[in-house]
């Protein structure tokens, strides 16, 4: 009986699931197996007949699933028991020509190098919808304005698309990421017992090309069975992508405290209920969003210790990726794919971002009467002069206009001109921010498409 993951069960994506089920993993392996044989009779090393036989007989029909789990428990690993099945369908001859040369992390590794590669598609594809929603956001609100918080309290105004903006350019960059890692794990891994390619002769390097284009994999010339470098950048890749979900996650619950009351997850019936507060809509979507991205942030550690794998094949540190590969990229899809409901979903307050802005009595603006003093003052006086305002104003709990009125000397006053500012005039660049983030993702989107039609 498999342990029930209740997290990826409630929150995961069907889609990695998929990628990373057992039937996959086996049929990845049939694949390998097939492709290899189809590059050894292109190379000359056994015949196109034996080769076809052998690419008709990798198909799981063939395959004891039960079997083959109870026997590699006792070899330690699945491919001897896999191809014992595999020659077991064939005649004499072709059966004595299956995995010819391999050895079974070439085959796992290969098989595994597939799954990623298309565990980093299924990535790029959520990305791309998250983006896609925080786009319309940033559109949507690029002029709302909003108070930024720095060190958890209120700073200076901006708007709710700037805040999503920083999110969107993240966002831009990641995608960049999981494209790049996706070129670096999809390589076939074919070297032999000590990464020699003894066994597979002269023909070796033609083979293992072969097999490459076959499985559309990269053909590496230096085996990799123990370096495992690109295993670790796709677990981080992974980690880092899921961290970003959950940093919408986090800004979405801070947002929505009932002190705060600016955003909220969507409602529906029972949605986020408590069993015993009737008044509760708890922001469960980003509950798990966070739970998810932490896991996965933890768990990514072990792959650097995978990477500690010593001589030419590890003695139980490549074990560690067979648990960890599939759960980060279940984790990460599973984050990303709850990142897009909550996204889609999004009720957003303007009137209670307005009204949080004159939650201290216009303490926000400090910084815009600072710097209006500035020119006449120094920035050091003026800071001087706002800062005894508003120190008096939170005392007195009034306002800071109004204070500023009583401390500042009359040229000071003429300084500052009407009183009090709007925080709409102080948002700075914040809708140039906006503009930019669309940019930047809209064009990565652009080239996208341009490497889809050009085939890249």
Not at 205 to 233: N, T, Y
Not at 270 to 276: I, L, Q
């Given at each position: 009986?498999?342990?029930?993951?209740?997290l990826?069960?409630?929150?995961g994506?069907?889609?990695m699931?998929?990628?990373?089920s057992?039937?996959?993993?086996?049929?990845a392996?049939?694949?390998?197996?097939?492709?290899?044989?189809q590059?050894?009779?292109?190379a000359?090393?056994?015949?196109?007949?034996?080769?076809?036989?052998i690419s008709?007989?990798?198909?799981?029909?063939?395959?004891?699933?039960e079997?083959l789990?109870r026997e590699?428990?006792?070899?330690?690993?699945p491919?001897l028991p896999?191809v014992?099945m595999?020659?077991?369908?064939?005649p004499?001859?072709?059966?004595?020509?299956v995995?010819?040369?391999?050895?079974?992390?070439d085959?796992?590794d290969?098989?595994?190098a597939?799954?990623?590669?298309?565990?980093?598609d299924?990535?790029?594809a959520?990305?791309?919808a998250?983006?896609?929603?925080l786009?319309?956001?940033?559109?949507?609100?690029?002029?709302t304005v909003?108070?930024?918080?720095?060190h958890?309290?209120?700073?200076?105004?901006?708007?709710?698309g700037a805040?999503?903006?920083?999110?969107?350019?993240?966002?831009t960059?990641q995608?960049?990421?999981?494209r790049?890692?996706?070129?670096?794990?999809?390589v076939?891994?074919?070297?032999?017992a000590?990464?020699?390619?003894?066994a597979?002769g002269?023909?070796?390097?033609?083979?293992r090309?072969g097999?490459?284009v076959?499985?559309?994999?990269?053909?590496?010339d230096?085996?990799?069975?123990?370096?495992?470098d690109g295993?670790a950048e796709?677990?981080?890749?992974?980690?880092?992508v899921a961290?970003?979900?959950?940093?919408?996650?986090?800004?979405?619950?801070?947002l929505?405290?009932?002190?705060?009351?600016?955003?909220r997850?969507?409602?529906?019936h029972h949605?986020?209920a408590?069993?015993?507060?009737?008044?509760?809509?708890?922001?469960?979507g980003?509950?798990?969003?966070?739970?998810?991205?932490a896991?996965?942030?933890?768990?990514?550690?072990a792959?650097f210790?995978?990477?500690?794998?010593?001589?030419e094949?590890?003695?139980?540190?490549?074990?560690?990726?067979?648990?960890?590969?599939p759960l980060l990229a279940e984790?990460?899809?599973?984050?990303?794919?709850t990142?897009?409901?909550?996204?889609?979903?999004?009720?957003?307050?303007?009137d209670?971002?307005?009204?949080?802005?004159d939650?201290?009595?216009g303490?926000?603006m400090?910084?815009?009467?600072?710097?209006?003093?500035a020119p006449?003052?120094?920035?050091?006086?003026?800071?001087d002069?706002?800062y005894?305002?508003?120190?008096?104003?939170r005392?007195?709990?009034?306002?800071?206009?109004?204070?500023l009125r009583?401390v500042?000397?009359?040229?000071?006053l003429a300084t500052?001109?009407?009183?009090?500012?709007?925080p709409?005039?102080?948002?700075?660049?914040?809708?140039a921010v906006?503009?930019?983030?669309?940019?930047?993702?809209?064009?990565e989107a652009?080239?996208d498409?341009?490497?889809?039609?050009?085939?890249e």
């Amino acid at each position: 009986m498999q342990t029930f993951k209740l997290l990826p069960e409630l929150f995961g994506d069907a889609g990695m699931a998929t990628i990373f089920s057992a039937e996959r993993t086996v049929l990845a392996w049939l694949r390998v197996e097939a492709a290899l044989a189809q590059a050894q009779a292109d190379a000359g090393v056994i015949t196109a007949a034996d080769a076809e036989a052998i690419s008709v007989a990798c198909v799981l029909d063939n395959v004891d699933v039960e079997r083959l789990w109870r026997e590699a428990v006792n070899v330690g690993y699945p491919i001897l028991p896999l191809v014992r099945m595999i020659a077991a369908a064939l005649p004499e001859g072709p059966n004595g020509r299956v995995h010819y040369g391999a050895t079974t992390q070439d085959i796992m590794d290969s098989g595994v190098a597939l799954q990623m590669g298309e565990a980093l598609d299924r990535l790029a594809a959520l990305l791309g919808a998250f983006g896609d929603t925080l786009a319309r956001l940033v559109e949507e609100h690029a002029g709302t304005v909003i108070a930024a918080r720095t060190h958890a309290q209120q700073a200076v105004p901006t708007t709710f698309g700037a805040k999503l903006a920083v999110l969107l350019a993240e966002l831009t960059r990641q995608r960049e990421r999981v494209r790049a890692a996706g070129r670096r794990v999809r390589v076939v891994s074919l070297f032999g017992a000590g990464g020699t390619s003894a066994a597979m002769g002269e023909q070796a390097a033609q083979v293992r090309k072969g097999m490459a284009v076959r499985l559309g994999l990269a053909a590496a010339d230096v085996p990799w069975h123990v370096s495992r470098d690109g295993i670790a950048e796709f677990g981080v890749t992974c980690a880092s992508v899921a961290a970003t979900a959950a940093r919408f996650a986090r800004e979405v619950v801070d947002l929505s405290r009932t002190e705060v009351g600016e955003v909220r997850e969507a409602g529906g019936h029972h949605r986020g209920a408590s069993s015993t507060m009737p008044q509760k809509a708890n922001p469960i979507g980003c509950e798990a969003v966070i739970g998810m991205s932490a896991t996965a942030g933890a768990l990514s550690s072990a792959l650097f210790r995978a990477m500690e794998a010593g001589h030419e094949r590890a003695a139980g540190e490549w074990q560690i990726e067979w648990y960890a590969v599939p759960l980060l990229a279940e984790l990460a899809a599973g984050a990303l794919a709850t990142a897009v409901e909550v996204a889609e979903g999004l009720r957003v307050f303007p009137d209670a971002m307005r009204a949080n802005l004159d939650a201290e009595g216009g303490l926000i603006m400090a910084e815009a009467y600072m710097m209006r003093l500035a020119p006449a003052l120094g920035r050091e006086r003026a800071h001087d002069l706002v800062y005894q305002a508003a120190h008096e104003a939170r005392a007195r709990r009034g306002t800071l206009a109004d204070t500023l009125r009583e401390v500042a000397g009359p040229g000071d006053l003429a300084t500052l001109g009407p009183l009090p500012l709007p925080p709409e005039s102080y948002v700075g660049d914040a809708e140039a921010v906006c503009v930019a983030a669309l940019a930047g993702w809209r064009g990565e989107a652009t080239m996208d498409h341009d490497n889809e039609e050009s085939g890249e």
